[in-house]
């Protein structure tokens, strides 16, 4: 079992940065990718970044990329994701997640994360 625990978020202006951070506990040694989503309300769960579990393999949504940028730091367990230049459709809950599906060195479906977090507010204002 692994339980993810984000902090980091807030409220800014556009144009604003903010560092989002994923906890991660338990028995992470199966874990194979990160993944960071996001959700607004009416919206679907969208996938923004993802992470190898070693290395720097990633993947962004087009809608992110050059904006925000994910990392992991093992020695801590931690992922983490840069949100820089945001923008009022940044807006939404975002959620830190964990794979164990194997094939894949990183993915932006929820369908293939196992293990999520409570999630934290990201709220840009214009």
């Known amino acids: 079992q692994v339980h993810l625990v984000e902090s980091g978020g807030g409220s800014v202006q556009t144009g604003g940065s903010l560092r989002l951070s994923c906890a991660a506990s338990?028995?992470?040694?199966?874990?194979?990718?990160w993944g960071w989503f996001r959700q607004a309300p009416g919206q679907e769960r969208q996938g923004v970044a993802s992470?190898?579990?070693?290395?720097?393999?990633?993947g962004y949504a087009d809608s992110v990329k050059g904006r925000f940028t994910i990392s992991r730091d093992d020695a801590r367990n931690t992922v983490y994701l840069e949100l820089n230049n945001l923008k009022p459709e940044d807006t939404a809950m975002y959620y830190c997640a964990a794979s164990t599906v194997f094939g894949y060195r990183w993915s932006l479906q929820p369908s293939r994360f196992r293990y999520w977090g409570q999630g934290t507010q990201v709220t840009v204002s214009s």
């Open positions: 992470i190898y579990h070693t290395g720097s393999d990633a």
């Open positions: 338990g028995d992470t040694y199966p874990i194979n990718y």
